[in-house]
């Protein structure tokens, strides 16, 4: 394999893989990203290249394909822009790792562990400026999509890291700091696939609903799994949030319950234990069920609002991929 280039990953599908409507496609959205990715230099190829590891569900991309296909037919533009996205999100990991002190992603060790901070900002900030680029050969439009979302993501990382150890977070912060961290770019991802395929106004608001609402629910279900997954399972480091002290919508139901105070004494003092000694507590307040009872609520508004479309493959997808959010260990 030549050094300097970021090699195509095959796809492989399960038997009922939802993106078998999309696979084609998906594979040359692959192939775009390896060609935007390539690098001259053997140094920066090397860590670029890392990246490749990083690669998981391909959520976004998935997303604004089966999108595209549910709303009419998938055209280059969305391919371009599903590669635009994905790297995105994953420039968005890079720095998340940096702000989280991760040292696995995916089960291999992060750009971060490897490289170091500066290395780590600098690599999501080459993945930023490759993907307005890329998004600025579709239309002006493309590019004030993109941007717009991409300024409520970081706003959305804003939020949470200045609330930072503020026990006295609301639920209704924490919506907003998801919306925008994580939601905002899956509701991108489903408007674009309706924006490109000719899809009507109607059908543009309800797709980007769609997404919103998923991207809420796959929020509240990674801060379940920060919480009371396995990092074997997970193939990331866990209970980062903890750590960093940041609520999720578990610890903000458990700190308004009667076990409040005990819980909160064992934030302040538990160290890197914090999330094995909560555990009872979240049990006891019924935290993690009332999260988990939000998470599927926000997953049936999400398929409520693909009645606007006609039934297809890839419409009962987006219906698969939406349970499959709120229903993960990884």
Same mark, same amino acid.
């Given at each position: %394999?030549?050094? +300097?280039?970021?090699? &195509?990953?095959?796809?492989?599908?399960?038997?009922?893989? !939802?993106?078998?409507?999309? $696979? @084609?496609?998906?594979?040359?959205?692959?192939?775009?990203?390896?060609?935007?990715?390539?690098?001259?230099?053997?140094?920066?190829?090397?860590?670029?290249?890392?990246?490749?590891?990083?690669?998981?569900?391909?959520?976004?991309?998935?997303?604004?394909?089966?999108?595209?296909?549910?709303?009419?037919?998938?055209?280059?533009?969305?391919?371009?822009?599903?590669?635009?996205?994905? %790297?995105?999100? +994953?420039?968005?990991? &890079?720095?998340?790792?940096?702000?989280?002190?991760?040292? !696995?992603?995916?089960?291999? $060790? @992060?750009?971060?562990?490897?490289?170091?901070?500066?290395?780590?900002?600098?690599?999501?900030?080459?993945?930023?400026?490759?993907a307005f680029h890329l998004a600025s050969t579709v239309d002006l439009r493309a590019c004030r999509e993109i941007g717009s979302a991409t300024d409520r993501v970081c706003e959305g990382e804003l939020c949470q890291v200045l609330n930072a150890g503020n026990l006295d977070l609301t639920e209704e912060e924490y919506f907003h700091i998801i919306d925008g961290k994580t939601a905002e770019l899956t509701a991108c991802c489903t408007r674009l696939g309706a924006i490109y395929a000719g899809a009507d106004l109607e059908t543009i608001e309800a797709m980007t609903r769609f997404g919103r609402y998923v991207g809420q629910a796959f929020q509240i279900a990674d801060d379940l799994l920060?919480?009371?997954?396995?990092?074997?399972?997970?193939?990331?480091?866990?209970?980062?949030?903890?750590?960093?002290?940041?609520?999720?919508?578990?610890?903000?139901?458990?700190?308004?319950?009667?076990?409040?105070?005990?819980?909160?004494?064992?934030?302040?003092?538990?160290?890197?234990?914090?999330?094995?000694?909560?555990?009872?507590?979240?049990?006891?307040?019924?935290?993690?069920?009332?999260?988990?009872?939000?998470?599927?609520?926000?997953?049936?508004?999400?398929?409520?609002?693909?009645?606007?479309?006609?039934?297809?493959?890839?419409?009962?997808?987006?219906?698969?991929?939406?349970?499959?959010?709120?229903?993960?260990?990884?």
């Open positions: %394999m030549n050094s +300097t280039t970021i090699p &195509v990953v095959p796809l492989a599908f399960a038997p009922f893989d !939802v993106t078998s409507p999309i $696979a @084609t496609e998906l594979e040359e959205v692959e192939r775009i990203l390896a060609r935007s990715l390539r690098n001259s230099h053997p140094r920066v190829a090397e860590v670029v290249d890392h990246v490749r590891h990083y690669r998981g569900k391909r959520l976004r991309p998935v997303l604004l394909l089966l999108a595209a296909k549910a709303c009419g037919r998938v055209t280059p533009s969305h391919l371009t822009l599903a590669a635009v996205v994905e %790297m995105i999100h +994953t420039a968005t990991l &890079v720095h998340d790792d940096v702000l989280d002190g991760a040292k !696995v992603r995916r089960r291999v $060790a @992060t750009v971060n562990a490897l490289w170091g901070t500066k290395t780590s900002v600098l690599l999501g900030d080459y993945l930023f400026t490759h920060d919480l009371i997954g396995q990092e074997t399972l997970a193939g990331k480091s866990l209970g980062t949030d903890l750590e960093q002290g940041k609520l999720t919508l578990p610890l903000i139901h458990l700190l308004a319950s009667p076990v409040a105070e005990q819980a909160r004494e064992v934030i302040r003092s538990a160290g890197r234990n914090c999330r094995v000694e909560l555990q009872s507590y979240l049990v006891e307040a019924g935290s993690l069920q009332y999260a988990r009872d939000r998470a599927l609520e926000l997953a049936n508004l999400a398929k409520a609002e693909l009645a606007i479309l006609p039934s297809s493959s890839s419409r009962t997808m987006l219906e698969v991929m939406t349970d499959r959010a709120v229903q993960r260990d990884s």
